[in-house]
């Protein structure tokens, strides 16, 4: 854990994680010697603060486990308190001597592929860092939809203090990826529902559609990439073609004017936003009248 390239003791930065790579492969080449181990299904336990929320269909994946077995490690730790049970190694409710980091579907297929144990990789991290490993880990399927990866990324964010690009190189992916994902959840929650409920995943084409400048434009662009087929391209194009056509109708920036009695002198002040409050002109022309008096000073 002393390891100054270690990125607060969960995954070592100088580590980029690539798609064509699974991330327990990265982790048993990171370490000088064999940290693999066969260990009975019965002495684990999943972690029940585990970042994902469902598993899926396993149907795929038991049989593949009773076809090949086991072809990739899932990731354990010592369980809290599992020295009191050292002693009963083969397992029962009280032999569990491990909790899962990543891997759990493997860990349930393989329960159900009726397998006494499985290959496993133990590190001994902490609650906050297991964590941060299944997360990332967890960034790696394929599965995703755009909004659980950027949700994702959030909790990298906020919960571990990464950085974009810290994101990035943990992932394998651009930090420019990374900001984008990110930026999806501006969508507000009802452009977000009707994405799901028009079964929508691809994220470029969700990056065009937040270029709207409502939610009602949103929804509607969303409805009609359903009914129509369009790909990002055609929405692209769309959305050009509706800002060319509605540059006459947007709203004016707001100009106060004002004319002495006697005609002797006007006054223009232009705004950039099209509605100003009194409070806000009053003080416009307070720094106004400020600035003269300190240039008349000098």
Same mark, same amino acid.
């Given at each position: 854990?002393?390891?100054?390239?270690?990125?607060?003791?969960?995954?070592?930065?100088?580590?980029?994680?690539?798609?064509?790579?699974?991330?327990?492969?990265?982790?048993?080449?990171?370490?000088?010697?064999?940290?693999?181990?066969?260990?009975?299904?019965?002495?684990?336990?999943?972690?029940?603060?585990?970042?994902?929320?469902?598993?899926?269909?396993?149907?795929?994946?038991?049989?593949?486990?009773?076809?090949?077995?086991?072809?990739?490690?899932?990731? #354990? +730790?010592?369980?809290?308190?599992?020295?009191?049970?050292?002693?009963?190694?083969?397992?029962?409710?009280?032999?569990?001597?491990?909790?899962?980091?990543?891997?759990?579907?493997?860990?349930?297929?393989?329960?159900?592929?009726?397998?006494?144990?499985?290959?496993?990789?133990?590190?001994?991290?902490?609650?906050?860092?297991?964590?941060?490993? $299944?997360?990332?880990?967890?960034? =790696? +399927?394929?599965?995703?939809?755009?909004?659980?990866?950027?949700?994702?990324?959030?909790?990298?964010?906020?919960?571990?203090?990464?950085?974009?690009?810290?994101? $990035?190189?943990? #992932?394998?992916?651009?930090?420019?990826?990374?900001?984008?994902?990110?930026?999806?959840?501006?969508?507000?929650?009802?452009?977000?529902?009707?994405?799901?409920?028009?079964?929508?995943?691809?994220? %470029?084409?969700?990056?065009?559609?937040?270029?709207?400048?409502?939610?009602?434009?949103?929804?509607?662009?969303?409805?009609? #990439?359903?009914?129509?087929?369009?790909?990002?391209?055609?929405?692209?194009?769309?959305?050009?073609?509706?800002?060319?056509?509605?540059?006459?109708?947007?709203?004016?920036?707001?100009?106060?004017?004002?004319?002495?009695?006697?005609?002797?002198? %006007?006054?223009?002040? $232009?705004?950039?936003?099209?509605?100003?409050?009194?409070?806000?002109?009053? =003080?416009?022309?307070?720094?106004?009248?400020?600035?003269?008096? =300190?240039?008349?000073?000098?």
């Amino acid at each position: 854990m002393s390891d100054p390239a270690r990125k607060r003791g969960g995954l070592p930065m100088r580590v980029k994680m690539r798609h064509d790579n699974h991330f327990v492969e990265e982790l048993t080449a990171r370490h000088e010697t064999p940290v693999g181990k066969m260990i009975p299904l019965s002495a684990i336990e999943p972690d029940p603060g585990q970042p994902r929320s469902t598993m899926g269909d396993l149907d795929d994946l038991v049989q593949s486990i009773r076809d090949k077995g086991v072809l990739e490690p899932i990731l #354990v +730790r010592p369980r809290p308190g599992a020295e009191e049970a050292e002693g009963n190694s083969e397992g029962g409710p009280s032999g569990v001597l491990y909790r899962i980091i990543s891997g759990e579907r493997r860990y349930r297929a393989s329960q159900e592929a009726g397998l006494y144990e499985v290959p496993a990789i133990e590190m001994d991290v902490t609650d906050q860092e297991a964590l941060e490993i $299944a997360l990332i880990e967890n960034l =790696q +399927r394929k599965d995703l939809t755009p909004f659980e990866e950027a949700e994702g990324y959030r909790m990298l964010a906020e919960s571990h203090q990464y950085t974009h690009e810290e994101i $990035a190189e943990a #992932v394998g992916k651009s930090r420019t990826v990374i900001t984008e994902s990110l930026s999806l959840l501006q969508m507000p929650p009802r452009v977000r529902d009707t994405v799901q409920a028009l079964g929508l995943t691809s994220k %470029s084409l969700l990056l065009e559609v937040l270029k709207a400048g409502s939610e009602g434009e949103m929804i509607e662009l969303l409805e009609e #990439v359903a009914r129509r087929g369009l790909n990002r391209d055609d929405l692209r194009q769309r959305l050009r073609r509706s800002e060319k056509g509605g540059r006459s109708s947007r709203r004016k920036p707001y100009v106060f004017r004002f004319k002495s009695p006697d005609r002797s002198f %006007s006054l223009s002040l $232009a705004f950039r936003q099209s509605e100003v409050d009194k409070d806000d002109l009053i =003080q416009a022309l307070e720094q106004i009248l400020a600035d003269l008096r =300190q240039d008349n000073e000098k």
